[in-house]
């Protein structure tokens, strides 16, 4: 399938659009967005868990292979008759009067060896044959778990870098607007402008501050989030890295939608497959089964306790034991009808999913298509703002705008090339969704 490799220049071209700031187009040391998530896939708790559902499928199939092949065991009894049973033996059998027999010995020592081996029965053999969906599903667990990671790792990862963002143009403005205050402070003594003006500056100063205090909390709930999400202690320090490349909007990949690519579409098929086995089984009841039995061993009987543990006697048998089913009172057939009736609401029910998946993916190509053409307009945008930005800075040098004027152009200029950067952040996410409800999550990080 193709993929996208489109998403490793994502926080790359981000930067490029920041160089014109000055103080914010510098690398900064820190983790990538793919060394995020090779950290959340060594450390995050569902990783683990997964691995433990793989090792959990291995041994049910070592459980289902144990049940054909031969069973052995071993049992020994040793018995004090604290009192015999006794019997009556009528008169004029053995005499006149009645007799009394004692049955039995005080003291009995048994011990037996048992061995069997099923030749025949089709229920456990489907039950070995159930091993290999069994274990496919634990795998697909395992890749829907490291696709979730790296979905909710990206996600995260692209929210702290807006809000970094957000936070370095809301101290650049204060700035600004601090030295338009300082300004506006003299003309103000100076008699040259009314009070009213440097307090509506300061005003918006202050909104300005309110707004930087909200951007710092916001940042530190997403860098919390994202070290949750990479299975990071909280108390961990975490910074991203940022680098500086051309600015290029990345071009829509239009790989067509295939739902089998899809991990819950392989697990939903994963578990029809068992169910059908499991129909199979229960049918394979109306089978008859036949196994080889063995057993020997050897036993005393003794009056005293010493000479019980001598003088054993042995014993043994070999055989074949067939059980034909006849008659259960149309349990079994009960039984075929209901997970009969199972297998097929899973059938609708997949049909369903797949109309549900290629939904998702058609909206999910909608959205990328509007972030595109948002961020194509954002950017025009930008470059109109920069033009504003060129001409009256040329002639506030003439005398024409005052430093206000300027300083407004500057800070529109740099709020569209924030907006820009929502737009982008708002394109690679609906990238993201696009690439989840296709399937191709894990291609998206191997290209990182």
Same mark, same amino acid.
Not at 97 to 115: R, Y
């Given at each position: 399938?193709?993929?996208?490799?489109?998403?490793?220049?994502?926080?790359?071209?981000?930067?490029?659009?920041?160089?014109?700031?000055?103080?914010?187009?510098?690398?900064?040391?820190?983790?990538?967005?793919?060394?995020?998530?090779?950290?959340?896939l060594?450390?995050?708790?569902?990783?683990?868990?997964?691995?433990?559902?793989?090792?959990?499928?291995?041994q049910?199939?070592?459980?289902?292979?144990?049940?054909?092949?031969?069973?052995?065991?071993?049992?020994?009894?040793?018995?004090?008759?604290i009192?015999?049973?006794?019997?009556?033996?009528?008169?004029g059998?053995?005499?006149?009067?009645?007799?009394?027999?004692?049955?039995?010995?005080?003291?009995?020592?048994?011990?037996?060896?048992?061995?069997?081996?099923?030749?025949?029965?089709?229920?456990?053999?489907?039950?070995?044959?159930?091993?290999?969906?069994?274990?496919?599903?634990?795998?697909?667990?395992?890749?829907?778990?490291?696709?979730?990671i790296?979905?909710?790792?990206?996600?995260?990862?692209?929210?702290?870098?807006?809000?970094?963002?957000?936070?370095?143009l809301?101290?650049?403005?204060?700035?600004?607007?601090?030295?338009v205050?300082?300004?506006?402070?003299?003309?103000?003594?100076?008699?040259?402008?009314?009070?009213?003006?440097?307090?509506?500056?300061?005003?918006?100063?202050?909104?300005?501050?309110s707004?930087?205090?909200?951007?710092?909390?916001?940042?530190?709930?997403?860098?919390?989030?994202?070290?949750?999400?990479?299975?990071?202690?909280?108390?961990?320090?975490?910074?991203?890295?940022?680098?500086?490349?051309?600015?290029?909007?990345?071009?829509?990949?239009?790989?067509?939608?295939?739902?089998?690519?899809?991990?819950?579409?392989?697990?939903?098929a994963?578990?029809?497959?068992?169910?059908k086995?499991?129909?199979?089984?229960?049918?394979?009841?109306?089978?008859?089964?036949?196994?080889?039995?063995?057993?020997?061993?050897?036993?005393?009987?003794?009056?005293?306790?010493?000479?019980a543990?001598?003088?054993?006697?042995?014993?043994?048998?070999?055989?074949?034991?067939?059980?034909?089913?006849?008659?259960?009172?149309?349990?079994?057939?009960?039984?075929?009808?209901?997970?009969?009736?199972?297998v097929?609401t899973?059938?609708?029910?997949?049909?369903?999913?797949?109309?549900?998946?290629?939904?998702?993916?058609? %909206? *999910?190509?909608?959205?990328?298509?509007? /972030? +595109?053409? #948002?961020?194509? &307009?954002?950017?025009?945008?930008?470059?109109? =703002? !920069?033009?504003v930005?060129?001409?009256?800075?040329?002639?506030y040098?003439?005398?024409v705008?005052?430093?206000?004027?300027?300083? %407004? *152009?500057?800070?529109?200029?740099?709020? /569209? +090339?924030? #907006?820009?950067? &929502?737009?982008?952040?708002?394109?690679?996410? =609906? !990238?993201?969704?696009?690439?989840?409800?296709?399937?191709?999550l894990?291609?998206?990080?191997?290209?990182?």
């Amino acid at each position: 399938m193709k993929t996208n490799n489109l998403f490793p220049t994502f926080l790359l071209a981000l930067s490029a659009l920041l160089l014109p700031l000055g103080s914010q187009a510098q690398d900064t040391a820190g983790k990538s967005l793919k060394e995020c998530i090779e950290y959340g896939l060594k450390n995050f708790g569902t990783v683990r868990i997964a691995q433990y559902k793989v090792e959990t499928a291995n041994q049910q199939g070592r459980e289902a292979l144990s049940k054909y092949l031969p069973q052995a065991s071993a049992t020994g009894t040793f018995t004090n008759n604290i009192k015999l049973q006794q019997s009556v033996i009528p008169a004029g059998i053995f005499g006149p009067e009645p007799q009394i027999l004692v049955i039995g010995s005080k003291f009995q020592n048994n011990v037996v060896a048992q061995a069997s081996q099923t030749i025949f029965d089709q229920s456990l053999l489907l039950g070995i044959k159930a091993n290999k969906p069994n274990q496919q599903l634990a795998e697909l667990n395992t890749r829907q778990t490291r696709e979730d990671i790296v979905y909710n790792i990206a996600s995260n990862y692209y929210q702290v870098y807006v809000a970094q963002q957000q936070i370095g143009l809301l101290k650049d403005n204060m700035k600004r607007t601090q030295q338009v205050l300082d300004v506006l402070k003299l003309q103000r003594d100076n008699g040259v402008i009314q009070t009213i003006d440097y307090t509506n500056t300061e005003v918006t100063y202050n909104n300005t501050r309110s707004q930087l205090s909200l951007a710092e909390n916001d940042l530190n709930i997403a860098l919390n989030r994202l070290k949750y999400q990479m299975g990071m202690s909280q108390d961990a320090e975490l910074t991203l890295a940022d680098s500086v490349v051309s600015d290029q909007l990345p071009v829509v990949d239009n790989t067509p939608f295939e739902a089998k690519s899809l991990v819950s579409f392989q697990q939903a098929a994963s578990n029809l497959d068992l169910q059908k086995i499991q129909l199979q089984r229960i049918r394979a009841g109306y089978l008859p089964t036949l196994s080889f039995t063995a057993n020997y061993g050897a036993l005393t009987n003794a009056r005293t306790l010493g000479d019980a543990f001598v003088s054993f006697k042995g014993f043994g048998a070999v055989g074949l034991k067939l059980n034909i089913p006849i008659f259960d009172g149309f349990q079994r057939d009960a039984q075929v009808q209901q997970q009969r009736l199972t297998v097929l609401t899973q059938e609708e029910q997949q049909k369903l999913n797949t109309a549900s998946y290629r939904l998702q993916f058609s %909206n *999910a190509v909608s959205q990328v298509q509007r /972030a +595109q053409t #948002n961020a194509q &307009n954002d950017r025009r945008t930008v470059e109109l =703002a !920069q033009n504003v930005y060129d001409i009256t800075t040329l002639q506030y040098k003439q005398g024409v705008k005052t430093l206000t004027d300027l300083l %407004n *152009a500057d800070t529109s200029y740099r709020q /569209a +090339q924030f #907006n820009y950067v &929502n737009s982008l952040i708002s394109f690679y996410t =609906a !990238q993201l969704d696009r690439q989840q409800a296709q399937g191709t999550l894990l291609d998206f990080y191997t290209g990182l």
